[in-house]
């Protein structure tokens, strides 16, 4: 592997020992090795198509043996591939001829029998995609959710002044506010976990000509439903060379709001660390400024902010080109898909951030308290709805009239409170409550999620 200090992208330099698990999905070996699958898994599904008599039913131990092409393709194996490349410019057709060299002779005519490149392709971009979400992506992020809902269920009972438009407004409890963010992202994740990608093997403009040609009797309609199936994929059967690529899309939308959500966390937790309401545990030789010592940056944030940045611009412009080809077939699709896994890394990236980010904050009990002692008009909504609740016309403007634009303290909200002609349960409940105590149903919200 070249030095990572020579990498022109930072995934591949300085990020790489955070992502590397990602290549083992996303790079060029891999996709390789996915192409070789496919076409190794074809050629042994003609051989069980009984309508094809030219070609036999394969052996337990030669099933065995094609198999370990693809699940024992090593380095060495794919820099052979591109050896083949060189000759013929074409990537595909560089995997017909590496399998030549595996296989028989007599089997030779059956490798990528009557199909195009897009069949072989579209398989297995998807099958790339579908296993670095399911094996490495979704583990992340529901490491993520792991962390939110225990700092939710932690400090459900923890009061916290809420700002609205930066100001202060009805208290909340920190728990609740994480366990938003906890709600959000499962409902992603569920979107995720359930969504289908689709897959495409109907020759070279989806007509299944050169099959139906040589085999008129062959159901080439259940057989390719069967074989696409067989990957965790779902047929998609009218198309023109090129599957659509419209499931990779709405997959990659899914990911782009899981980040959008996420940056959306990333900003609030930026600003609670601002506040003071958080800290940020100190690590032995940190430095946070190169030259103010007494600083933690909440560096972790910030990084995942803008990979989750990067990762969705990549995957918006996927979202838009992909799904848009030439008549029957062009080439930029290409080009383009092979930067999913790229879009997908830094997504990734963000979120080993995020764990790392969370791991080492600390809610600050007295400074979330000082907020609330600090900002008792907060109670001002508790004492006009109380008020309205009585048949008090001018409730809000009463109300508007002691507190808007102001600062009050509690002795002035309890001089108000007893001047107020109430009956006397809820001038009690006035009198009783604080910023700590107002805080509704939060915690049994935190329940529920």
């Known amino acids: 592997m070249p030095d990572p200090l020579n990498a022109i992208s930072p995934l591949d330099g300085r990020y790489r020992n955070s992502v590397k698990e990602i290549s083992d999905y996303f790079s060029e070996h891999s996709l390789i090795r996915y192409r070789l699958f496919v076409e190794i898994e074809y050629l042994i599904a003609l051989g069980d198509e009984k309508s094809i008599k030219e070609l036999k039913q394969f052996s337990n131990n030669d099933q065995k043996k094609y198999r370990n092409i693809y699940k024992k393709f090593a380095i060495k194996d794919a820099a052979e591939v591109k ?131 040589a085999y008129p009797k062959t159901d080439w309609l259940k057989f390719a439903t069967k074989f696409i199936k067989s990957f965790g994929l779902e047929p998609n059967l009218i198309t023109t060379q090129i599957e659509s690529h419209d499931s990779l899309v709405e997959s990659y939308h899914q990911i782009i709001r899981v980040n959008t959500i996420l940056t959306d966390f990333c900003s609030d937790i930026w600003h609670y660390i601002s506040r003071g309401v958080i800290g940020q545990k100190k690590i032995k030789g940190e430095v946070g400024s190169s030259t103010m010592p007494h600083k933690i940056n909440p560096i972790q944030f910030e990084n995942a902010e803008g990979n989750m940045g990067i990762s969705n611009a990549l995957l918006s412009f996927l979202s838009q080109k992909l799904p848009i080809s030439r008549m029957q077939r062009d080439l930029t699709d290409s080009t383009t898909l092979r930067n999913q896994g790229t879009a997908i890394a830094h997504s990734y990236l963000s979120l080993k951030n995020i764990i790392k980010g969370l791991n080492r904050i600390e809610v600050i009990i007295s400074q979330l308290n000082n907020e609330l002692n600090d900002n008792q008009e907060v109670l001002a909504e508790a004492i006009q709805v109380i008020l309205r609740k009585s048949g008090r016309q001018n409730a809000y403007e009463t109300l508007k009239k002691l507190s808007r634009g102001k600062k009050i303290n509690s002795k002035e909200l309890t001089i108000f409170i007893n001047s107020l002609n109430i009956n006397t349960d809820d001038k009690k409940t006035l009198l009783s409550i604080n910023p700590k105590s107002y805080i509704g149903l939060s915690s049994k919200l935190v329940d529920i999620q």
Not at 113 to 139: C, H, R
Not at 162 to 170: C, K, N, W
Not at 175 to 189: M, T
Request: net charge positive; charged share 20%; glycine share 6%.
């Open 83 to 213: 050896k083949y490349e060189k000759i013929t410019n074409h990537d595909v057709k560089a995997i017909e001829y590496f399998l030549r060299d595996k296989l028989k002779k007599s089997l030779h005519p059956w490798i990528h029998f009557a199909l195009t490149s897009e069949d072989v392709n579209n398989l297995s971009y998807s099958l790339m995609w579908q296993d670095g979400l399911n094996k490495i992506y979704l583990p992340t992020l529901k490491s993520v959710t792991k962390n939110l809902n225990e700092l939710a269920n932690k400090y459900k009972k923890t009061p916290m002044l809420s700002l609205t438009h930066g100001q202060p407004a009805t208290p909340t409890t920190f728990g609740k506010e994480i366990a938003v963010f906890h709600s959000r992202l499962n409902r992603q994740i569920n979107q995720i976990s359930s969504h289908k990608l689709l897959g495409k093997f109907g020759g070279a403009t989806g007509t299944w000509s050169a099959q139906s040609i």
